[in-house]
């Protein structure tokens, strides 16, 4: 009774302060969707190049573990000491935790693409470029699209953790309870789980509208776990 009680409050608290919390929404996804930028742009052209030369596999999963093993607290403790606090620091720290699932699935999606498909291609007279982007790119979308997927779900997961150093979105409620009480906080959290599983389904359907329509109905296979993934 008391668990449905604070629920209750919690969505009261939603159906009474819409404009305030899709602004804090907003904030949230503004820092979010800066730090996704970030790690694509670093990570997924180097994890792509790395994957078609069939080298750097250890930078690659490397990078997974670094970024699975570093608390988001400790990261913007680091950055403090060079960007201050604020959106910027905010931003890298959760970009360094974007970074990982991008380099390490963006590197497998492509190192993955069957070998006789490629050397078939290169049989053809296909450049190294024509072969990357005719063959190896269309083959990897699904599996280079879920690690693009779980950065963005990580780091809009982890965005409110950055209140603590002024950046600002529903986490400024989460870590507030003196002034919202438990329902803001509740209702803070189920903003931040509903954003989540909108940018999860989102990327879901993007990444059925850009995959080839042959691949749309084959089940994504992991490549097996290199030993140092276990």
Known sequence: MIVAGAFGDAFRFIADNPGFLATKALDQVELSAAALAIALALALPLGIVLGHLHRGSSIAIGSSIVGRALPSLVLIGVFLTFL?????????????LGTGPVLTNSYE???GVERDVVEAARGMGMTHLQILRRVELPLALPLLFTGIRVAAVTIVATAPVASVAGGGGLGDIIVNQASYRLSGVLA?????????????????????AVTPRGLRRTTVARTPLRKEQL
């Open 188 to 208: 803070a959290s189920l903003c931040v789980m509903a954003l989540s599983t909108a940018v999860f389904v989102g990327l879901a359907g993007l990444q059925a």
């Open 84 to 96: 201050g606090i604020g959106f910027v620091n905010n931003m890298v720290a959760l970009a360094v």
């Open 109 to 111: 999606a492509v190192d």
